[in-house]
């Protein structure tokens, strides 16, 4: 069997030595073959550098370098394009998710031939409480708007099976949205719990805003179902406004400016969904590269 690590890496110059020692370590006397395959996604510090000094070490390594930051969604299909292990494990660079969870995952995959993926959820999740608050929320939301189903705290630390792999990356959506993506593919996927380890060094590259864009993104990428609020408004205003407008006839008086207001944002903000699922055909109907290499480099 050959596995292969997908490493999406944005500005980790202090965790790539510690991440390629600790995967070593893990997968040291362990009779399967592995590849690291690291991204890197436009890093402004010295990440690019620390990674070519690995090209010379022991481990089988691949290095995609992109032309600018395109963001961890680009970088894991990247990473996913350019494995050729049986197996394929997304894994974050930080040492947040620890190798050793990846071996768990492997004997899941060997022991059951029923399952395709074998994802890691964070049991415990030590964070913000405004942003755990908003991840439930999103979950939730998520969950009850679209058919896809996403489960709560389900990360992108995952192993798949060959199949899924290119399942998965058969999936040329400019948008995307890889929690979404895993399970609308189908396959069977087993949940295991870990423990999210503290980042080994920088900082967590999500902030609120991006977090909620990107919450924004994955509704919009997975339903289509707010298109049709405006329809059902529509038919809700125009029911009410047939009485109103009747009163209004009878009585020969105005109907209230505040009534112009809320109908008037109403439209607005229908349009403004509209103008939401416009712009991402647009951005779709481009056909635009999800990502761009500079580098290329193997030592195999
Ligand atoms: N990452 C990336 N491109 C980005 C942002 C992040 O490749 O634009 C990588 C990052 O280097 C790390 C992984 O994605 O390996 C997860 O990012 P981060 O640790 O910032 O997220 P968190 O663990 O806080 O959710
Ligand atoms: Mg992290």
Redesign the pocket.
């Known amino acids: 069997m050959k596995l292969s690590l997908v ?6 110059e202090g ?1 790539i030595a510690p991440f390629y020692k600790a995967v070593a370590d893990t997968f040291d006397g362990h009779d399967f073959e592995y590849e690291i395959v690291f ?1 890197n ?2 890093s402004t510090d010295n990440t690019l550098q620390v990674l070519k000094k690995l090209i010379t070490g022991p481990v089988a390594i691949k290095i995609i370098s992109f032309s600018r ?4 969604e ?3 299909l990247a990473g996913l394009e350019n494995a050729d292990g049986e197996y394929v494990t997304v894994i ?3 040492l ?1 998710q620890h190798p050793s969870v990846v071996l768990d995952m492997i004997e899941k995959l060997d022991v059951n031939p029923e399952i395709d993926c074998v994802a890691a959820y964070q049991d415990k999740r030590d964070e913000d409480a405004k942003i755990s608050f908003f991840k439930d929320t999103f979950y939730k939301v998520v969950n009850l708007i679209t058919d896809t189903e996403f489960f709560s705290g389900a ?1 992108d630390f995952r192993t798949f099976r060959r199949p899924m792999v290119d399942s998965i990356v058969g999936m040329k959506e400019y948008f995307r949205f890889s929690k979404g993506i895993f399970s609308w593919v189908g396959y069977n996927t087993e949940y295991i719990p870990y423990t ?1 380890s503290e ?1 080994a060094s920088g ?4 902030s609120f805003v991006k977090l909620l864009k990107y919450a924004v993104d994955g509704i919009e990428s997975f339903t289509v179902r707010p298109l049709r609020i405006p329809l059902w408004l529509g038919i809700l205003f125009i029911i009410i406004s047939l009485p109103l407008f009747i009163v209004a006839l009878a009585t020969g008086k105005n109907i209230s400016v505040s009534v112009i207001y809320f109908v008037g944002g109403t439209i607005l903000a229908c349009m403004g969904v509209l103008g939401e699922y416009l712009a991402k055909t647009y951005m779709q109907g481009k056909n635009r590269p999800v990502y761009i290499i500079k580098e290329n480099i193997s030592n195999r």
Not at 7 to 12: D, F, G
Not at 69 to 72: C, D, H, R, S, T
């Open positions: 490493v999406p890496c944005y500005n980790e965790n991204v996604d436009g930051n395109f963001g961890k680009a970088a894991m974050d660079a930080d947040q990360s999210v980042r900082e967590s590259k999500w």
